[in-house]
C-alpha cells in the first residue's frame, strides 16, 4: 500500500526542549484535510444521503428500538430522598434535613431510606397549611 504525496494532519519542525530532560514537539501548522477519493466518492455520498432522505419521511414516523422501560413499570410509591427533593422542587440536603428532623416522614428498608408519596404530599399540603393561616393571621 502506498501512501500519499500529501498526508493531513500536523506538520512537525524537530524537538526542543521545555523543561528538564523532556522534549515536546514544536507543530507549526496544521494541514489541510483533502479528498483523496475525488468527486466520484462525493457523488456517491450524495446519492446515499437522497436514498436516506426519503426512507425517513414525515408519514413514517421514526420508532426507537428499545422499548421504554418507564412506560412498562408499576408507579412507585416509595421514593429515595433524592427523588422526594425533585418532586418538592427543593435541594437534596434540604430534603435530608426535613427528613432528619421529622417534618418529611420516611421509612428504612434495610439500610435504604424511602420517602412515601403520601408524605410528600402531607408535607406540601401543611406548608400552604402553614402560610394560609400566617397570611389570615396578618
Known sequence: MTKPTHQPGYRSVGNRPTNGNRLT?????VTEVTDFH??????ELADVMARLLTLISPEQP???SVPNVAENMPHRVLLTVEEAAE?????KTKAYSLVKSGA??????????????????????RLVADQTAIRNTA
Open 62 to 64: 421514526i420508532r426507537p
Open 87 to 91: 418532586r418538592l422542587g427543593i435541594g
Open 104 to 125: 418529611l416522614h420516611s421509612v428504612l428498608i434495610g439500610r435504604l431510606r424511602r420517602v412515601h408519596v403520601d408524605s410528600i404530599n402531607e408535607y406540601a399540603a
Open 38 to 43: 475525488g468527486a466520484a466518492r462525493a457523488a
Open 25 to 29: 514537539r514544536q507543530v507549526t501548522e
